[in-house]
Each structure stands twice: as C-alpha cells, then as structure tokens.
C-alpha cells in the first residue's frame, strides 16, 4: 500500500530550470506514465523520485513521509535504467541477490528470492550467465527482477524498452503491466513514445519543457486534451490556425462554432472525427492521397482555400484520389492562450 | 598490377623482417647463446662449448641476490605505495570536481615533458642536500615520481570508463558510497588498474637512470648490476647470464598480464 505525492516540486540545473514547480498525486498501485518529448524532463522528474537529483523545491512524499533530502539508498524506491545498469562482472543470480546481500539476509534466503524474482520475470534458467551472454530483452527482464526482489514501494522505470525492437517491445511493455498489476505495485514510467502509454498506464501526465500539461486516463487525455501541446503531440491531429468572427470560423469549407471573442484562435479536429460526403467537381475538398492501413484509411484532402484535411475513415467508404468531397466534422476544440475555450462534442 | 603489388609487398614485408632480425632477434640470440656458453672463439657461429658453469657461478656471487632482492623490494614498495596514493587521486580526478583539476592534471603531463634524465639530475641534486642519495628512500621516491603519471592517467581513465548508471543502480539497490566504490566501480575498473599496476612493477624493476643517479653507489639493483658487469668484466658470460635472469620476471610479468586483461575477468568486465 504505497502512495506517491510530489509538491511544487522544482529543478533547476544553473541557470536553466529544468523543472517548474509541479504536483503530482499517484494512487496505491497505481502506474502513470510521464510523457513527452525529449528534453522535457522526464528523467529529471524521475531521478528526483529515485533520489538521484535533489529537488532544488518541493517534497516528495512516499505514503505521507517526505524523502526528498533522502538518498538513493535509503529510498523505498527501485528504479528500471535505459542501459540496464547490469553489473558485467557479476552473474545474474549475482546482480539480483546484490541488494539482498546488503540487507543482510542468509544465502539460502537469497537464493530462493533470486529464485522467485527470476521466475517472475521468465528467465529461470538464467541465473548463471553473465549479462553479456544474455540478449537486450533478457537483460531489461534481469534488471526488472533486480528491482522487484527488493520488493519496493514505488517501482521507476525510464525508457526501459527504448532500445529493444518494436515487437519485442510491446512484448516486455505487457509483461510489466501483468506483473504490475499482480503485485500491486506503485509505478512511474517514463517513455517519450505515446503508444507505450496509451497502452500501459492508468494515468498518463503529458510533460513540455518542464511543466506537467495534463494528467488523466489514456481516454481523457485522448479526447479531451487541456493544451494545444497536448492536442498535437498525442495522436493525429488537424492542428489548425484560424479567425473567429462573430462566434464562429471557417476553415478549409467547414463552419466552427466559437462563441467567443473575436481573434485568433486554434481549432483541433482528429482525423477520424471528419467525414467525407461526395461533392461536385471544383467544390469541397480535393482527395490528394490516400494510404490503407488494412482497417482503416487514411487520407489528406486539400480544400480550396488551401487548408489540408487529414481524414481517418473505415476502409470500406469509397473514396477515390483525385475525387471531390466535402468535409463535415463531428467534434472539435477551440483553443486560445493555450487554454481550452470551447468543445463541440456531441457524445 | 597485382603481380607488381604483391611483389612490392612482399620485398617490404622481407625489410622489415631483415630489420627486425638484425637489431632485436640477433642481439637477443647472442645473448642467450652467451649465456649458456662456456668457450666461444671467434669464427665459431655457435659457442664452442656448452655447459651452465657461468649460472652457477653467477648465481653464486652474493652480489646477485642482494641486487635481486634489493630490485624486488623496490619494485613492491613502489607498486604498493603508487597504489595507495595515486588509486584514491584518480578516483578523485575521474568523480568528483575541484578548483584547479585541470591544473593539477596538466602539470603531470608537464613534467613528463621535460627531458626525464635533466629531471631527474636536478631531483638527485635536491636529494643530495636532503640526504637522500645512496638511500633506499631516495629511490623509491624517484620510481614513485617516474610511475605517477602512468598509475594516475590510466586508472583515472578507468574509473571514467564505468558507467554512472552502474553505479546508481548500486546506490539505488542500498549501496553506501562506499559499498557502490567496493563492489561495482573497483571491480569494473580492475583490468585496467592491474594493467598499471603490472606495468609500475615492471618499470621500477628495469629503471637504471634514477635508480643509479640517486642510488649509486650503496643501493645496487639487478639492471644497474648488470650494466656494472657488463662494463667491467671481461667475462662476457657475467652479463649474459644476468640480462637472461632478467629477462625472467618481465615474461611473468607479460604472462600475467594475459591472464588479467585478456582473460576472463576482462570480457566480464566490459560485457554488458
Ligand atoms: N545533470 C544535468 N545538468 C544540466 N542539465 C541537465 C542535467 N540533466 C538534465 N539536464 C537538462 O534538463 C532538461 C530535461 O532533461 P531530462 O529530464 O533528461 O529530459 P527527458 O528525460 O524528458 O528527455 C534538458 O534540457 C537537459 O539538458
Ligand atoms: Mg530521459
């Protein structure tokens, strides 16, 4: 039963800020995914939550006990390193029962707990090799059970997979969420691809330059993003600049409803949320290209004033390239200051 | 073409081993062959009579040993007291930050710079008025100056090489500082570290110039041994004899390197 809490917690690395003061509330068991682009802070927020940075503000509070003045080695945390960090000159069974030595414990009590953890992760055989007779995937798999024999409170992971293949990556991406969920383990995962998160956290804290954009569920964030940068950076989106005039603005053909002031404003439309109807020639939207992804198309249209569509549709709507259609759009935001100020959403 | 190329190659290929021949095998053969000759006359191509009455009679001289043992005893005090002073240093170099770092790494390449026999003169002349000259102290502190270089820059290099990840991953499963030091960083840096180790033996053992500027004439170790009977002795066999001797601790010296760094613990040491 572990809760993680940060509060204003800050990082500044000279003169540059690293992390603008931010909070963070993670539940018992509970694995969010810190997202966003390189540079934004990700490991910085994490080192901070394994003890590796000092918070230059704030607290960092693990079940209500702040550790931020805590170091590394007397922290209930575990965390999972891009390079794996496995000790070359020790076996496996050595690198996992390497922690336990330091606490003390009987050989015979460690062998069985390396044991355990070995088989959690499937590699029970493997326990005599060194690191590098094993492959990139077994040694992430080792590194997970070094971490989860010491059986920690918050367990912290930062890109683990990124270096692993695509397939073998969704792969280990599913055997952490199994094995999370089975021990009930409070985890951060840190990973600057969106698919990974959208198909492995609980909550998803979308981070850009410091600061945490957004925090929800995959679903939230996916369909009701807070910030512009949120809105493009996960998923397709039709990011588009625009005009509102009289409570309204007109783009690529299509009508939006902004009942606001006028000025400038930022209209986001996913693709899957328009819909091509056939039109006559000349007017609507031109089809310049279309990909078939099996089960859907994708497609970009360009209208007359120049605005390009991306379009996502069923792959059984006849569309052809070259054809003339007119686009109707079934959700949208309107953005302004960077601040959500009107949602058509009719589900 | 290939014809022409082959050929040139090949006349190369023979040049170097000609000269290869002539200044290193031919020499180091004579050597061998005098060393194991009881009469060689001059047009003979091969020593005359064989026989070992020379290594019994070196080997009988208590000059020998007492070189012997005096060169060994040097070359492990000087190793044992690099390590305690120049290991801790190259940690400090390679971790952590200081005010004037860069200096302080520079002026070992500095010294080095200078030609090392004016060095050391001007070091035997500042001895001399500490009254260290014809000591052993006064040796060891010369070897211990000609090794610190080697036993900073390369074991600095190697703390480097380990990887900041590692040890965190230590810190992060409960190491202390020190512990992290112990069982990671230590380790992982070892091949390297025993490389110059091995290496500051081995130098310190061969050494003549400073060991004969500053020990001269109390403090006598093998080489400078050697070179005295070499010089001296109209016995040629004296010399030989002892450049064979010598030979041997510098081939213990290469077969154990093998089985530290190119060994096991090597690949272990970097794999992963
Ligand atoms: N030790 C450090 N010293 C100075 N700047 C750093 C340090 N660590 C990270 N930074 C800077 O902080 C910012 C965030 O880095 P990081 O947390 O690694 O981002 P991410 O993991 O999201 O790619 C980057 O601009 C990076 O250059
Ligand atoms: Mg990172």
């Given at each position: 039963m572990s809760t993680l809490e940060l509060e204003n917690v800050s990082k500044q690395f000279g003169t540059m800020?690293?992390?603008?003061p931010l909070a963070l509330r993670i539940a018992d068991g509970e694995l969010v995914c810190l997202l966003?682009?390189?540079?934004?802070g990700k490991s910085t927020l994490l080192r901070i939550i394994g003890g590796f940075e000092m918070p230059t503000g704030g607290k960092v509070l693990i079940d209500g006990a702040d550790?931020?003045?805590?170091?590394p080695e007397k922290r209930p945390t575990a965390m999972v390193f891009q390079s794996h960090?496995?000790?070359?000159?020790?076996?496996v069974e050595g690198n996992i029962g390497f922690g336990l030595k330091l606490r003390g414990l009987k050989k015979p009590e460690i062998a069985a707990k390396v044991d355990a953890a070995l088989r959690l992760v499937g590699l029970?055989?493997?326990?005599?090799?060194?690191?590098?007779?094993?492959s990139g995937g077994q040694r992430q798999r080792v590194a997970i059970a070094r971490c989860l024999v010491l059986e920690p409170k918050i367990l912290l992971m930062d890109?683990?997979?990124?270096?692993?293949d695509q397939h073998l990556r969704d792969r280990l991406r599913e055997e952490v969420r199994q094995i999370q969920r089975k021990l009930g383990i409070t985890t951060v995962f840190v990973t600057h691809g969106q698919d990974e998160a959208l198909s492995i956290a609980d909550r998803i804290a979308v981070m850009s330059m410091g600061r945490i954009e957004q925090v929800g569920t995959p679903a939230e964030i996916y369909?009701?993003?807070?910030t512009p940068f949120v809105a493009g950076f996960i998923g397709d989106m039709n990011m588009m600049k625009t005009t509102v005039q009289g409570g309204a603005a007109l783009i690529g053909g299509v009508r939006f409803d902004a009942p606001m002031a006028d000025g400038e404003a930022l209209i986001a439309v996913r693709p899957e949320d328009v819909t091509l109807m056939p039109s006559r020639d000349g007017e609507g939207a031109r089809v310049r290209r279309i990909v078939n992804y099996g089960a859907v198309l994708k497609i970009e249209a360009e209208a007359a004033d120049g605005a390009v569509w991306k379009v996502q549709t069923l792959k059984d709507v006849p569309v052809t390239e070259g054809g003339f259609y007119r686009p109707t759009v079934s959700r949208h935001i309107v953005f302004r200051d960077d601040r959500v100020v009107h949602r058509v959403d009719p589900t | 073409m290939i014809f022409l190329s082959t050929r040139r190659f090949d006349f190369f290929g023979y040049g170097i081993l000609l000269f290869l021949i002539f200044f290193i095998v031919l020499p180091v053969l004579t050597v061998f062959l005098w060393a194991f000759a009881e009469q060689w006359f001059y047009?003979?191509?091969?020593?005359t009579k064989w026989g070992f009455r020379f290594w019994s009679l070196v080997l009988a001289r208590p000059d020998v040993w007492s070189a012997f043992v005096t060169s060994i005893e040097l070359s492990l005090t000087v190793t044992a007291l690099s390590a305690v002073i120049c290991l801790p240093a190259a940690y400090a170099f390679a971790r952590m930050d200081f005010p004037g770092k860069s200096v302080f790494m520079m002026s070992f390449l500095m010294a080095n710079a200078f030609p090392r026999f004016a060095l050391i003169i001007s070091i035997a002349v500042l001895f001399l008025s500490l009254d260290l000259v014809g000591t052993f102290t006064g040796v060891v502190i010369i070897q211990l100056l000609n090794t610190l270089l080697l036993m900073i820059w390369l074991p600095t290099a190697a703390f480097r090489a380990v990887s900041r990840e590692m040890e965190e991953a230590a810190r992060d499963v409960g190491a202390s500082a020190w512990q992290v030091f112990r069982y990671v960083t230590l380790p992982q840096a070892f091949p390297t570290i025993a490389a110059a180790l091995l290496m500051t033996f081995v130098w310190t053992f061969y050494e003549t110039e400073g060991a004969w500027l500053v020990g001269a004439p109390r403090i006598r170790t093998m080489p400078l041994l050697m070179m005295q009977m070499i010089n001296n002795?109209?016995?040629v066999q004296y010399g030989a004899v002892l450049s064979v001797m010598l030979w041997v601790p510098s081939l213990a010296a290469i077969l154990m390197a093998r089985r530290i760094i190119g060994g096991d613990t090597f690949a272990k040491g970097l794999g992963g």
């Open positions: 800020a690293a992390l603008e966003g682009p390189s540079g934004s550790v931020a003045r805590t170091p960090a496995l000790w070359g000159h020790m076996t029970a055989e493997y326990g005599k090799r060194h690191p590098a007779q094993l890109e683990p997979f990124a270096s692993l369909t009701h993003p807070q | 047009p003979a191509v091969l020593p002795q109209l016995v």
